[in-house]
């Protein structure tokens, strides 16, 4: 059987623009199944894939984790009923199922998740792609399909991070940086119960950040609020990029508080005021599968919006340079028009 060719648009090497690629489609193990993808969000995660920021590609590389679409085929072994649903896929699509982590239920953890990302072989910006069947969520059904894209990553990230920092009421958050990770913690934080505080460097977004959740805002290019703020969180979360006051962001925490990081940030921290706060930083990667499902419940349940454009797939270029330049109102969908 000559097998089915399907469409994509990849990086043919380290830091190129996407164009369209051609590729066969890959054989579907028993516990897979096949997606025809309707929407792929796009992440700045994809942004440094493509530019390896992480080590972990192979080119021609096809980026794109947060997949919608409908399960067009099963594997021997998943059940045929699933054929037709609406699905979600976030970054993880497979795990090992053996080592450690994967037999205490943190797949995200797996030994393997570097070649277990949805994007291996490629990802969803293209036609169609296969992962294991545990990793194709269902997405409820009045949830529209660009709002279920955003969730499988970004929803997916902040949910898990903030869900499991979350240990009692009023503990006083502080979100670093109000874009596509930062304007959903706003909104999840809230609904969660903690108290929390927007901190950003652009002032424009504050009325924004209040109304997604925040009950304070702090400019962190305002020394005076800054310092006002000392011993002040519990927790900072940090979701922006670049442009972090890393040398205010330990002084802002109680004594034992702890910095949570869920981008990829260059750090730079100074050890003092770590040390002798007793201050803990800690990394928060996507989440369990039970995780995922308890996030699309609660977003659900408390209305959570992702703010979001969606363009065709074959503007993707375009949609890169507009997240690049800072320019998306958070996040962008892209939708599959092949
Ligand atoms: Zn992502
Ligand atoms: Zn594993």
């Given at each position: 059987m000559s097998a089915v060719k399907i469409i994509g648009y990849a990086a043919m090497v380290e830091g190129a623009s996407l164009t369209p690629f051609t590729y066969d489609e890959p054989l579907l193990k028993a516990n897979e199944v096949r997606i025809a993808i309707t929407h792929c969000g796009l992440c700045g995660?994809?942004?440094?894939?493509?530019?390896?920021?992480?080590?972990?590609?192979?080119?021609?590389?096809?980026?794109?984790?947060?997949?919608?679409?409908?399960?067009?085929?099963?594997?021997?072994?998943?059940?045929?009923?699933?054929?037709?649903?609406?699905?979600?896929?976030?970054?993880?699509?497979?795990?090992?199922?053996?080592?450690?982590?994967?037999?205490?239920?943190?797949?995200?953890?797996?030994?393997?998740?570097?070649?277990?990302?949805?994007?291996?072989?490629?990802?969803?910006?293209?036609?169609?792609?296969?992962?294991?069947?545990?990793?194709?969520?269902?997405?409820?059904?009045r949830m529209d399909s660009e709002v279920g894209a955003v969730m499988m990553c970004a929803g997916f990230t902040v949910y898990s991070a903030l869900h499991k920092y979350y240990t009692a009421p009023g503990l006083r958050l502080g979100v670093v940086g109000i874009g596509g990770l930062g304007h959903l913690a706003?909104?999840?934080?809230?609904?969660?119960?903690?108290?929390?505080?927007?901190?950003?460097?652009?002032?424009?977004?504050?009325?924004?950040?209040?109304a997604l959740g925040a009950t304070h805002f702090i400019s962190t290019l305002d020394k005076v609020t800054l310092s006002d703020a000392a011993y002040y969180?519990?927790?900072?979360?940090?979701?922006?990029?670049?442009?972090?006051?890393?040398?205010?962001?330990?002084?802002?925490?109680?004594?034992?508080?702890?910095?949570?990081l869920s981008g990829f940030p260059d750090l730079n921290l100074d050890s003092v005021d770590l040390v002798a706060h007793e201050l803990s930083i800690e990394g928060s990667f996507l989440g369990t599968q039970q995780d995922m499902r308890d996030m699309l419940v609660f977003t659900q349940e408390h209305r959570i919006e992702p703010m979001l454009e969606m363009l065709p797939m074959s503007q993707v270029n375009h949609a890169i340079e507009k997240l690049k330049q800072n320019k998306a109102h958070y996040r962008i969908v892209l939708v599959n028009d092949f």
């Open positions: 995660t994809d942004i440094q894939g493509i530019d390896n920021y992480y080590g972990i590609v192979d080119y021609p590389f096809v980026p794109g984790h947060e997949i919608v679409g409908t399960i067009s085929e099963v594997g021997t072994s998943v059940s045929p009923s699933r054929i037709g649903e609406r699905v979600g896929v976030g970054w993880q699509g497979r795990a090992c199922g053996k080592c450690e982590w994967c037999l205490k239920g943190d797949v995200h953890l797996c030994m393997d998740v570097a070649d277990n990302g949805s994007w291996t072989p490629y990802g969803g910006f293209s036609s169609s792609m296969a992962v294991e069947e545990g990793f194709a969520y269902p997405l409820p059904e706003l909104q999840f934080a809230r609904a969660m119960g903690f108290e929390v505080t927007a901190l950003s460097s652009s002032t424009h977004k504050r009325e924004e950040a209040l969180f519990d927790l900072l979360y940090i979701t922006a990029h670049g442009g972090i006051p890393w040398e205010w962001m330990v002084s802002l925490l109680k004594k034992r508080g702890k910095l949570v």
